[in-house]
């Protein structure tokens, strides 16, 4: 069974450029979470959805950044105009699914690094 | 999301059980105690959760005070692949945010 897959893994973007990360849960997963992580940091929470529905992105920056999580098909984060401050590793998660009062497991992708010239 | 408190670092020798130790004295009844790491240049992994109860599992073990208080992590036998950050997580009941603190780094000597 294959892992959290998550792609590029690297990628460099000059100022005011597009990036587009990419994540596809594990296999009979349809909940999908992002985080971030700056350098010399702990991971920060920006958005959680489910299948074609946003769910909570109250972690994500108000402007530039976007996500969606499609029928078919990888989640995407989307970061427009980038900036200096955006260079950070983006993690993607996803868990089986969500309920009761016993927290279901995230297991992460390998994330990706994305670096701003 | 109650708060928890670890040591910066830690050190242990190669084969030696390591203990690894998270307070968090504002859990509330119905918080998980959740442990993730993170290898350098990877994702986190989940290591183990529980709520009142010892866990074993094949990675570790969590032992977890009886006033639920404080917690710990036990790796029976530290190999170099345990090197990493591990992360002590109370997300709240019916949380999904994981709120990553600072960690302990735990470095494992040859």
């Known amino acids: 069974n294959a892992g959290v897959m998550q792609n590029p893994r690297h990628l460099v973007r000059r100022r005011g450029q597009e990036a587009r990360l990419r994540c596809s849960p594990m296999?009979?997963?349809?909940?999908v979470y992002w985080y971030r992580q700056l350098p010399e940091e702990g991971l920060k929470f920006m958005v959680y959805?489910?299948?074609?529905?946003?769910?909570?992105e109250s972690g994500m920056p108000k402007e530039r950044f976007s996500a969606e999580f499609p029928k078919e098909g990888p989640s995407i984060l989307r970061i427009q105009q980038v900036v200096r401050g955006d260079s950070a590793a983006y993690f993607c998660a996803s868990s089986q699914n969500w309920g009761g009062t016993e927290q279901e497991t995230q297991y992460f992708g390998p994330g990706t690094r994305l670096l701003v010239l | 999301d109650a708060k928890t408190t670890q040591p910066n670092s830690m050190e242990s020798n190669e084969e030696e059980p390591v203990h690894l130790p998270c307070n968090h004295s504002t859990i509330s009844g119905t918080d998980y105690i959740h442990w993730y790491r993170q290898l350098p240049s990877q994702g986190p992994e989940y290591v183990i959760h529980?709520?009142?109860s010892n866990v074993n599992n094949r990675m570790a073990s969590l032992a977890i005070a009886e006033d639920r208080k404080s917690s710990t992590l036990i790796l029976h036998r530290a190999t170099l692949r345990d090197a990493a950050v591990y992360y002590c997580i109370l997300p709240g009941a019916g949380s999904y945010q994981l709120t990553f603190g600072k960690g302990t780094k735990l470095s494992v000597i040859p």
């Open positions: 959805l489910q299948k074609e529905n946003i769910i909570d």
């Open positions: 529980g709520l009142t």
């Open positions: 296999k009979g997963h349809s909940h």
